[in-house]
């Protein structure tokens, strides 16, 4: 499968992005999907997943009742909806497909990573 993430851009603290990833191939709903992010000279961490009928999904704390991932099988999609985004959330996010039966918050257990896009949160 190929990922290509969009929605990112440059928003003031306090405010909203909604990144989206769509996904090539038809298979797109036997794949879990992730959500990474690198901030600059840190490592890529875990953001969220969410299962693949949907029904299930994980947040690391820090985004926690900030954040929400969905997605749109229909449309071979998934979403991240920020907000009240902070100058900490600034980072190049990552969408990525797992079909592993792992640990979904590791980013070893993803099979394709789409490109990143660049989210910057203003003070």
């Known amino acids: 499968v190929q990922l290509q993430a969009s929605g990112g851009g440059l928003v003031q603290a306090g405010g909203s992005l909604r990144l989206s990833c769509a996904a090539s191939g038809r298979t797109f709903s036997s794949y879990v999907m992730g959500w990474f992010r690198q901030a600059p000279g840190k490592e890529r961490e875990f953001v969220a997943f969410?299962?693949?009928?949907?029904?299930?999904?994980r947040y690391t704390d820090s985004v926690k009742g900030r954040f929400t991932i969905s997605r749109d099988n229909a449309k071979n999609a998934v979403y991240l909806q920020m907000n009240s985004l902070k100058p900490e959330d600034t980072a190049v996010y990552y969408c990525a497909a797992t079909v592993g039966n792992y640990d979904f918050t590791a980013l070893r257990n993803y099979d394709y990573w789409g490109q990143g896009t660049l989210v910057t949160v203003s003070s």
């Open positions: 969410i299962s693949w009928s949907g029904a299930s999904t």
